[in-house]
Structure formats: C-alpha cells, structure tokens
C-alpha cells in the first residue's frame, strides 16, 4: 500500500513538474524559432554573396611605382562590408571615364581608389558635378601620386588635378623604403653636395621586402602632430614634393589643388584624446598641425589647399574603419564639384623651383 502510495505521489508530482515546464518551453520555442531563422537566412546570405579577394590580389607589380591596380577588374573585394570594384583597361576605378574624359583627375591612396566604396557610391563616379577620374591605390604614399603625375603629365593639360593626401600614413611612408612587405619609393637626402632631397626608387622590385616589422602609425600620428624632429622632417619632405607636382602641373598646363585628408582619429573628439595620450608630450599635441603645415607650404608655392577637417566628421567614415562612408563619398563629391568651379581653368603657378627651396627649409633636423 505504501509503495503504491508513493508511486502515485512520484507520478504526481512528474506531471507537476512538467506542468511548471509547459510555459518555459512554449516561451522557448518562439526564440529558438528566431534564432534557427536567422542562422538559415545567413547562411543563405553568405551563399548568395559573391567570392571576395584582398585588396593585395587586386594589385599588380609596376616597376618603380611598386604596384597598382589590376586592369580590367570587376570584382568583389575583403571589407565590412564587401565592395564592388571595376577598374579600367589601365587599371584605374571608373572603367567608363578615361583621364581624356576627366574634368578633374585625383591622384591619392585607399581614400582615392575609393576603398569600401561600391562602385555606384565611389565619389568619382558619383554624377551631377564634372567628371572625374581617380589615379590611386591602396597603400600609395605621396611620392607614389607624384610619380603618376609626371607619367601622365602629357594627359594632363587644362584639367584641374587634386592631390588628395592622407595624414594617417601618407606622411610617413614618404620616408619609408617599404610598406611591410612592399617596396615602395621614397624621399631621402640627396647625395650630392646641395644637402637637398630626392626621390630613391632604385629599390622596387617585385621582391618582397626582406625584414618587414609592423608599423605603430598612432604613435606615429601623434608625433607628427607634435613639434617634434619626426614632424619636422616629414613636412620638409612633404615641401619637397609639393613644389615638385606644382611644377609637374604648372608644365602641363594644369591646376593643381591640395586637399588635407585626416585620420578619423584626428577629427572624433573621444579619439582625439586618445591621440594625444600617446604624443611625446600631450600638452604641444595639434591634431590641426598638418594642416597648418600643408596651409604654409601650399601657400609658399601659390597652391590653392582644402582641409578636409572641416567638412568630415566621424559619422562621414565606416564602422570600424578610417575610410569614407556613402556620406563620405557624396561630400568627397560635392567638393571636387567645388574644386573645378572655383580653381579650373588657370594652370598651377608655382612661386619657387624645388632647387630654389632654402637649406633652412630642406637641412636634415
């Protein structure tokens, strides 16, 4: 009797417990539904996407420059998310407008190849303004534009050319003879008895760079953002290159314009003090202080210069990215709309020749 008694309390209290459980389970079924849905619908997505490819298998070899993009590309390339890039029969994005074509040609790096941009939404293709055609490629330093400059000089006449410079790396990597593994060409002392600069590209080729180390390029920003021996010398450089496109320019009977492009970090306040933190000393920290010096030296060699700090602001650039979002790209747009109204038409009149730059302007610090 007692067994029975306790078989039947057991079972009683089994149904109970399943009682109590009813609810949990109706209540899980609904987020268990959820989540199985959204796993079906990106895996689907994940399918249903294109292959993508690295920004470096985009790029070729090409001798004394280093690389540049491949011709003929329609592809999908690595970024958050995916792009779609095409480029032309000489390798450049924007496959349907040759330089001939172009009001306005831009030389630069990622930011002018139009990184994480499709391509219905790179500024350069963006229509209503005049055409444009973008001569860049990721990882190119400033002496990489100016080589293209002179290769295309014959091209370039009564067009307007921008030079659009990133202050994150450009400025550095000018002095550099490699970008990780890549040869890359650079600007150093001269070697004869004028103490001025050149450009040493005698070490390109398509070799990978033997010691290759990562590069801290947020100290390094911070501390060319400083009065500090780095700063000093990278915008001596920089002076050195500038009068050189302007002369570029000025013999092919364009306008050249200089425009400022800064690091995300140098613009977002909240990353701004994390840049200062890491500045030798934080107190002469200037996050202005390129365009300070871009201002001066463009001044000097009567080259008009457009700051980008003031037009972009963080929400201008991608999630966890430093380059351009679609609103990026349309302001990018509306300014080279801007740049060809108001400076198209004259060609570049530089003030002095690279040879007439002052030793004080070009003596090693």
Known sequence: MQTSIRSLLAFLGAVAGLLVLVPVILLAIPLWLVGWLHSVARDALARSRPATIPWEQMMAYEPEVGWKPLPGLDAWAEGTPPFHVRTDSE?????????????????????????????????????????????GANGYNMVQGLMWMKRYSKRLAGRTVVWLVYYGN???????????????????????????????????NAEPWRFSTKTDYTRLLAEICSPTFLSGRVFEACDYLMCEAARVCADAGARLVVVGNPDVEMIDPELVLRLRARAPDPSSFDPKL???RFAEICERYGLPFVPLSERLGPHDHLPEDVHWSPEGHEIVHGLMSEIHDSWSGAPSSPTVTASAIPEKQVAAL
């Open 91 to 135: 390798g450049w994005r924007g496959p349907g407008v040759s330089i001939e074509d172009a009001q306005v040609v831009v030389f630069g790096d990622s930011f002018c190849f139009g990184h994480g941009a499709d391509e219905e939404r790179f500024f350069a293709n963006l229509t209503g303004g005049p055409v444009v055609k973008a001569i």
């Open 290 to 292: 390129p365009d300070t």
């Open 170 to 204: 450009d400025l550095l990597d000018n002095l550099r003879p490699n970008m990780g593994r890549y040869r890359i060409p650079f600007v150093r002392r001269g070697q004869g008895g004028n103490g001025g600069w050149e450009i040493a590209s005698q070490h390109v």
